[in-house]
């Protein structure tokens, strides 16, 4: 294959354009992980195709050359899932950002893979609509991410992942052909397949188009931020809400330690330094709506101890509110070399014990472990701030992050929320799911990617007796039919 | 079923309980006097075990209320029923979330969850409708407007292969990315994938207020702009549009239907829900109906004309709704209309194949002015004439068809009754 390598780079040139093919190590060197930087790979190359036809020309030249290929569009993706296999081929879509579509009337937008989040939203602003799915790296990441991720957001809680907003999709298959999925007036006959390539990480095809659903803009926001003096009293006034009836946009919480990181830092949000937690609840919906529900609220969190409730007045104090939040990875990122975040799930009720039975682990270990996280959906980020070089602290992240998988797991729960699977915890898999469970996912990659060329080596453990590095192998099916 | 002798192979594999002998019940022309009935999940993946390794195929039966949508078999030899796997094994109040056995009628599910001050975000029309019939068919009513479709309330499978494979996927927690989402390609697969046995459900917290409303239209194409923009304020859980003949049927007692009803129901804050119906008094006209209204527009949604008739389904653009209607008005059929789910139902009553040759083609014609897709729900298997109940598919059909004979590849559930004869 290595032998091949030089034609590979001109046979690309040819088929994406020379000023779409980059091959320099200095090029490549960014592409060697994504947001996750303890998992690294060698790309041959890197395509940036600028249509449709160029992604099929780039996907048939790797299989004439036999090398495997994986999409990739902002590199923010945290569970190495564009990480690229040594010696393939990383197909960027970044090129891919137009707005192809805005159909109001319908409230439906038609976008390339590579359109950034947030700037969907602002085209779609214009007609009173936005593209709900907010995930923080909003102002990076891209559709086609998203889409390959299944993303959530601050306010999935209410309004839903991606997989609730997608209507259909246009794939480049493994095999370079295209295929269209769904109709943008709902499903198409047959399988749901739109439902499962949503939250496939580029292995089932590369998306090359993507059509949305819009939302109306809310009619009214009101903006929570409460203060508490620990973390449980907080979970439990987020059981509290959940069980009320409410439904608020968005229920998020900052443990102290992130607190503490946040108010050292620019992003420093005026909060006391000493709060146990801060929650933020926002609600919207018809204004006449909000002003009992925000009553409502007080009382529960007032019931629960909190020592401060504040209300954002305008937008400038949501945008504030919010920035003791959002400022969360960058503050935390401050604090060492390299920031992990760490992504797991359990019931909403089980919160407090799961919690404290992390900041447990994190102590053990001697890491620099906090949170913060979607309490509403019971959507915990652990995150854990290391400095990679250091091969003994590394150890004890992987291992901390290992043990956290697992309680959440007894505790009912699910081993990632919304940053997928990738290379970061394939091997993690056998927690949640058994051999055939596997095997049943196997069935649907194979379907589309039967050989295993397309982002190899992700979501699926490798049976145990294949050899990673036999294509044919990867394809093999495990438990045969009798 | 192809003799007395496979029919006491199977007994003796299963125990005599889970295989009964019956007067033959005829799905799409094939009859089948025999119904497999396992009693657990290890006797379900026993009885498809049993089946595969016989080469015998299954019709897969919830409550029955949705045999006669599908393609004619393929083959088909025996029911397999879910009338056994019922039960709520979780229903937890805390957190909002259940798990159901497949065969668990949705009416006993809807009132356990009610009870518990929860509401199950399921309304499939027809009485006896199971949980796994209602996931297996993605069957919707016309509250899916507020519930979203079934697939949004699924957030794990139990689900048993043609293999008698056990499996699972999901989870119990609202939000989960572990691996590929299959729990989206079993639901509306219509059993040709595996078999459903117990589902992960989220509930929707119940509102304060619910409130059915109706009004006068001003014939469906008219009102039909109206339509969708009131389906789309928030707080509003169902909007149906009914022309006048079946106005007559959804709420008998009403005045001033001639040219159609429109039922609205609010659900949420009560503040809210006032001050929409005032709202919808002052635009619309409506007045205050009882949930009934709602009910039978559920069980017209269902229903075939009789002696003989075709019940068919358009999935459209909001702005291509009433180019939508037109060729099904056209040949004479009943509608209703959910706008804003951009859903068409005609009922269109058949004497004769030139009939339903007519409604066939006014179906296709439908879709296509509605820039979407079309099916026939229910008909005499002599009506569907050999064409695709479904429309007709694409080039994505190879993908699917890729997928079926990997998970079923001895072709056991349901052969040739879903989309492109998967
Ligand atoms: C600071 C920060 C905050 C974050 N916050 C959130 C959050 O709130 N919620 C959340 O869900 N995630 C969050 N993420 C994770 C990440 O941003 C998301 O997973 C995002 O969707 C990745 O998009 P991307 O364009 O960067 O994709 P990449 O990282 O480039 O790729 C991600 C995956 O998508 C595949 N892919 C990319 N493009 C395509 C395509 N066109 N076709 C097929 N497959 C494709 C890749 O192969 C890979 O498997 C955060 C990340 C950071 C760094």
């Known amino acids: 294959m290595h032998a091949g390598t030089a034609g590979l780079v001109d046979a690309l040139r040819a088929a994406v354009g020379r000023d779409a093919c980059l091959c320099r190590p200095e090029e490549l060197f960014v592409y060697e992980c994504d947001g996750l930087t303890m998992h690294t790979g060698r790309p041959a190359a890197v395509v940036l195709p600028s249509d449709t036809a160029a992604v099929q020309r780039a996907v048939r030249t790797c299989r004439d050359f036999g090398v495997p290929f994986v999409p990739r569009g902002a590199g923010t993706g945290l569970s190495g899932g564009a990480l690229a296999p040594d010696g393939g081929v990383v197909i960027e879509c970044s090129r891919m950002n137009r707005v192809l579509e805005l159909d109001p009337a319908n409230r439906i937008a038609v976008v390339q893979p590579g359109v950034v989040n947030a700037d969907l939203s602002k085209a779609a602003a214009p007609h009173g609509l936005y593209y709900a799915p907010d995930p923080s790296s909003q102002q990076a990441c891209t559709i086609g991410g998203n889409v390959a991720e299944n993303s959530g957001g601050p306010h999935t809680l209410k309004y839903g992942t991606t997989t609730n907003h997608v209507l259909a999709l246009e794939l480049v298959l493994p095999d370079g052909e295209r295929a269209r999925l769904g109709t943008r007036a709902g499903p198409a006959a047959g399988y749901d397949l739109v439902g499962a390539v949503v939250g496939s990480e580029g292995t089932l095809g590369i998306v090359t188009e993507v059509t949305v659903r819009l939302e109306a803009l809310p009619e009214h926001v009101e903006t929570l931020l409460l203060i508490f003096r620990d973390v449980v009293s907080a979970c439990r006034t987020v059981g509290d809400v959940i069980r009320s009836g409410l439904t608020p946009s968005a229920l998020e919480i900052v443990d102290q330690r992130t607190v503490a990181a946040i108010e050292d830092s620019v992003y420093a949000a005026g909060l006391p330094r000493d709060a146990g937690a801060v929650l933020i609840v926002e609600l919207d919906g018809p204004a006449l709506a909000l002003g009992p529900q925000v009553e409502r609220i007080r009382e529960m969190a007032r019931s629960r101890g909190a020592t401060r409730v504040d209300v954002a007045r305008d937008d400038a104090e949501r945008a504030r509110f919010w920035r003791a939040r959002k400022g969360a990875f960058g503050a935390m990122g401050r604090l060492a070399p390299d920031l992990y975040v760490h992504d797991a799930v359990v019931p909403r009720t089980r919160l407090p014990e799961v919690l404290e039975a992390v900041c447990a682990i994190g102590d053990r270990y001697g890491l620099k472990l906090s949170n913060v996280f979607h309490a509403g959906d019971g959507n915990l980020h652990p995150n854990i701030s290391f400095d990679r070089r250091d091969p003994d602290e590394l150890e004890r992240v992987v291992a901390a992050g290992e043990e956290i998988l697992r309680v959440c797991v007894e505790a009912g729960g699910v081993i990632t929320g919304e940053h997928g699977i990738g290379t970061e915890k394939r091997d993690y898999m056998g927690l949640l799911f058994d051999d055939a469970d596997l095997d049943a996912m196997r069935r649907l990659r194979d379907a589309f990617n039967p050989d295993g060329a397309c982002n190899p080596g992700k979501i699926i453990p490798t049976p145990r007796f294949c050899a990673e590095s036999n294509p044919k192998a990867r394809g093999y099916e495990r438990v045969p039919f009798e | ?422």
């Open chain 2, 1 to 422: 079923m192809k003799g007395r002798a496979e029919l006491e192979a199977l007994r003796a594999a299963l125990g005599a309980r889970a295989v009964r002998a019956h007067t033959p019940i005829e799905v799409d022309g094939v009859a089948l006097g025999v119904t497999v009935a396992p009693a657990d999940a290890d006797s379900l993946s026993a009885a498809l075990q049993a089946l595969s390794q016989r080469r015998l195929a299954a019709v897969v039966r919830g409550g029955g209320t949705r045999l006669g949508f599908g393609n004619p078999p393929r083959r088909a030899d025996v029911l397999l029923s879910t009338e056994r796997l019922t039960g709520i094994d979780v229903l937890d109040a805390e957190d909002g979330v259940a798990q159901v056995w497949a065969g668990t009628p949705v009416a006993a599910l809807r009132e356990a969850t009610r009870a518990r001050g929860w509401e199950l975000a399921l309304d499939p029309p027809g009485e006896g409708s199971t949980l796994g019939g209602t996931l297996a068919s993605a069957a919707t009513g016309p509250r899916s407007l507020g519930f979203g479709p079934p697939r949004d309330s699924v957030l794990g499978l139990s689900v048993v292969l043609a293999s008698g494979t056990r499996t699972r996927c999901g989870g119990r927690v609202v939000k989960n990315v572990t691996g590929y989402d299959l729990a989206k390609l079993y639901t509306g697969s219509f059993g040709t994938l595996g078999v459903i046995s117990r589902a992960w459900l989220r509930l929707r917290p119940r509102p304060e207020r619910e409130l059915v409303l109706r009004a006068p239209a001003r014939g469906l194409a008219k009102t039909l702009e109206r339509g969708v923009a009131w389906a789309r304020r928030p707080g509003v859980r169902a909007l149906a549009i009914v022309d006048a003949e079946l106005a007559a049927r959804v709420d008998p007692g009403s005045r001033g239907a001639e040219e159609g009803l429109v039922l609205i129901e609010l659900a949420g804050d009560a503040p809210v829900v006032e001050r929409d119906a005032e709202r919808l008094a002052r635009e619309l006209r409506a007045e205050a109906t009882s949930e009934r209204a709602l009910e039978r527009v559920r069980e017209v949604q269902g229903s075939t004309p009789r002696p003989s008739g075709m019940r068919v389904r358009v999935s459209a653009l909001a702005s291509r709704l009433a180019a939508a209607l037109e060729p099904l008005a056209r040949v004479g059929a009943q509608l209703l209309v959910y706008p804003g789910q951009g859903l068409v139902y005609g009922f269109v009553p058949l004497a004769s194949a030139n009939d339903a040759a007519a409604a066939r083609a006014a179906l296709r014609e439908s879709a296509r002015a509605g820039d979407g897709t079309g099916c026939i729900e229910d008909a005499p298997s002599w009506a569907k004439h050999g064409d695709d109940v479904f429309g007709a598919s694409g080039p994505e059909l190879a993908l699917m068809r890729s997928i079926k004979r990997r998970f079923d590849p001895e072709g056991v559930l349901n052969p040739g009754r879903f989309a492109g004869g998967l």
